[in-house]
């Protein structure tokens, strides 16, 4: 650590914390882009199902 700190002239512990952050918020987001993709595929799912049920009254009448 103090060898990053005399490179980079004092800013060793604030470009820890700002990768500690980083890596946080890609967490988050990643865990956000899961759950979305997930609700996608079950609405979807849900639709394509309405859709049958819809086409097969339609050939019914």
């Known amino acids: ?3 990053l700190d ?3 002239g004092g800013y060793a512990s604030l470009i820890k914390y700002g990768l500690i952050a980083a890596v946080i918020v890609g967490a988050f987001g ?3 882009h899961l759950g979305s993709a997930h609700s ?3 609405w979807s799912a849900k639709y394509d199902k309405r859709e049958a049920e819809v086409k097969a009254a339609t050939a019914a009448e």
Do not use: C
Request: hydrophobic fraction near 40%.
């Open 40 to 42: 996608t595929a079950i």
């Open 30 to 32: 990643y865990t956000y």
């Open 1 to 3: 650590m103090s060898l």
């Open 6 to 8: 005399t490179l980079t």
